[in-house]
């Protein structure tokens, strides 16, 4: 072995900047900050160049759709590993944000910038207080008690034939141009995923996942565990809302089937393939899921088959999910280094 191979060794790239950036944000040189700041940017100019890729109008369609499942999909990822709230109301949220969002537009004549965000934050008071009488309730019994809103509700309507019944409320404006429409619901993903990555590691997070890991400890440091999971699902309903919101404006028409059982289904799925508690493996997951699903619609029924083999695949040989893994590989690079 020669000389200059004996004075130099193999190191992983991360070696010290984790712990330095944990809570200093201290940089070496340029090169750990690109190291650190890559991934994250492959992810916005990956998300950003989405639509201009698109070889037509209907996969850019897909793609409106995707950001809206990826919404539901941060929702669901967020309340269950940082709250401890297993939810399954992806459905109510939709459909609530999508009614408020219609009866704006259409009664009260408000443009759909304006209608947007104001049943975000309607639709996330107005789920929240129903939901708030079940708040002491964990687990499989919160998750049953969100999924009978979104089918209490459509049948509610269905029966009393109010607010359309099931021919729904037409007539509703559309953003006012595709771009908009797209590069909207891309930077709200963004912008909430990013948002919640930096919220669950302030103070107020540490207090919503000390509620998931241990809530009588919480109690017993006279804290309220009740508002803070009230917070927390506020938070996640507004999200929720403002996809329904959105969702109605694409498709220029809100009925029951915004309650269907889909939204809370698909984004459960995308995050078991992405990765639970990264906030951003249910984005990846819905950007594998949505355009899989589209390009199965011509099996009819028989890509639920496909949806199920997909699922049990990763179930079985990847459980961790893909951005665990990836992350996993990330981490590992190594790098030669003079000794």
């Not at 309340?79 to 609530?96: E, Q, Y």
């Not at 011509?298 to 999910?321: A, K, N």
Request: hydrophobic fraction near 55%.
């Amino acid at each position: 072995m020669s000389a200059e191979a004996q004075s130099r060794r193999r190191e992983r790239i991360d070696r010290g900047i984790k712990v330095r950036t944990a809570g200093l944000y201290a940089l070496m040189s340029w090169r750990e900050l690109t190291y650190l700041i890559l991934p994250r940017l492959l992810l916005i100019v990956g998300l950003l160049g989405l639509p201009m890729a698109m070889p037509g109008m209907y996969w850019e369609r897909v793609i409106s759709i995707v950001c809206i499942y990826a919404l539901l999909a941060i929702v669901f990822d967020f309340l269950a590993h940082f709250v401890g709230l297993v939810s399954l109301g992806g459905a109510f949220f939709v459909g609530t944000g999508g009614y408020l969002s219609a009866i704006l537009n259409v009664k009260l004549g408000l443009a759909p910038l304006v209608c947007v965000p104001a049943a975000t934050v309607l639709g996330g008071a107005v789920c929240t207080l129903l939901l708030l009488p079940c708040l002491p309730l964990r687990g499989v019994y919160f998750a049953i008690v969100t999924l009978m809103y979104p089918l209490l509700l459509a049948r509610v309507i269905e029966a009393l034939n109010i607010l359309g019944g099931t021919d729904g409320i037409m007539g509703i404006d559309s953003f006012p141009s595709a771009w908009i429409e797209q590069y909207l619901v891309i930077v709200l993903v963004l912008v909430f995923l990013f948002g919640l990555r930096r919220l669950v590691n302030t103070d107020l997070g540490l207090v919503l996942r000390a509620v998931k890991d241990n809530d009588q400890a919480v109690r017993a440091s006279a804290m309220n565990v009740t508002f803070y999971k009230a917070l927390g699902v506020f938070i996640g309903a507004c999200i929720g809302c403002l996809a329904g919101a959105c969702l109605v404006h694409i498709y220029m028409w809100a009925g029951i089937s915004t309650f269907a059982l889909d939204f809370s289904v698909l984004p459960i799925a995308a995050t078991v393939i992405g990765g639970s508690g990264t906030l951003v493996g249910p984005v990846l997951g819905c950007l594998i899921l949505v355009p899989v699903s589209e390009l199965l619609r011509d099996f009819g029924t028989l890509r639920i088959v496909f949806y199920s083999l997909i699922l049990l695949g990763f179930t079985v040989f990847r459980s961790e999910g893909l951005m665990v893994f990836g992350q996993r590989k990330y981490h590992q690079f190594e790098r030669w280094k003079s000794i």
